[in-house]
């Protein structure tokens, strides 16, 4: 088992940054490959980038590419989303996302509650 707790979801106005994290804790975190997803109100849940578990490559959705970035940390099981330029469209849930060699789209077995962010206009 694996477990995932997410942080740093807040409030923000449109052109501005946030750094989400998630921290992992249980079985080996660094032998994952994770992922970073989000749902918005009425909408399906979407891929917003992976990385494996080695941290030696990443993969980006349409919508973000370019503005988010992912990056781990495996000395301290966590796993970071850094988000630029944010957009009100980028408004949502953010989950972060587990899996052994699954990577980029999944289907990841291990799952976050989820942070809230919130991009005002």
């Known amino acids: 088992q694996v477990q995932l707790v997410e942080s740093g979801g807040g409030l923000v106005q449109a052109g501005g940054s946030l750094r989400l994290s998630c921290a992992a804790s249980?079985?080996?975190?660094?032998?994952?490959?994770m992922a970073w997803f989000r749902q918005a109100p009425g909408k399906e849940r979407e891929f917003l980038g992976s990385?494996?578990?080695?941290?030696?490559?990443?993969s980006y959705g349409d919508s973000v590419k370019g503005r988010f970035t992912i990056s781990r940390d495996n000395a301290k099981n966590t796993v970071y989303l850094q988000m630029n330029s944010l957009k009100p469209e980028d408004t949502a849930v953010y989950y972060c996302?587990?899996?052994?060699?699954?990577?980029?789209?999944?289907?990841?077995?291990?799952w976050g509650q989820g942070t809230q962010v919130t991009v005002s206009s």
């Open positions: 990385i494996n578990w080695s941290g030696s490559w990443t």
């Open positions: 996302a587990a899996g052994f060699g699954v990577a980029p789209r999944g289907p990841y077995d291990y």
């Open positions: 249980g079985r080996t975190f660094s032998g994952y490959d």
